[in-house]
């Protein structure tokens, strides 16, 4: 398994932007496919975006496609989350995941690593 770590969470403004990072440890991080997910308080642990072993193919759930952008940096062993136009909605801890199964996978148990989540609080 590898070891992820992530940060750049925080406290934004409606309408502001914030970008996560999610470091690997270990030298087979271009072998997992990466996510992000996300859990609000008293909800369950929902997708919002995943990328290829490549980087060349995104998916993305609806709520955040068109303000979130994930890309990820193999020599850097990094996977990214912009997140623009953010709304009170997206409040939430965020989560990133490593898979070894095909990039378009929503649900959490296709994916065997978490890194321990970062807080992004959104004010109106």
């Known amino acids: 398994q590898v070891q992820l770590v992530e940060s750049g969470g925080g406290l934004a403004q409606a309408g502001g932007s914030l970008r996560l990072s999610c470091a690997a440890s270990?030298?087979?991080?271009?072998?997992?496919?990466m996510g992000w997910f996300r859990q609000a308080p008293g909800k369950e642990r929902e997708f919002v975006a995943t990328?290829?072993?490549?980087?060349?193919?995104?998916y993305y759930a609806d709520s955040v496609k068109g303000r979130f952008t994930i890309s990820r940096d193999n020599a850097k062993n990094t996977v990214y989350l912009q997140m623009n136009s953010l709304k009170p909605e997206d409040t939430a801890v965020y989560y990133c995941?490593?898979?070894?199964?095909?990039?378009?996978?929503?649900?959490?148990?296709?994916?065997?690593?978490w890194g321990q989540g970062t807080q992004v609080t959104v004010s109106s």
């Open positions: 995941a490593a898979g070894r199964l095909y990039y378009r996978r929503r649900d959490p148990n296709d994916y065997n690593s």
């Open positions: 270990g030298r087979t991080f271009g072998t997992y496919v």
């Open positions: 990328i290829s072993l490549s980087g060349n193919s995104t």
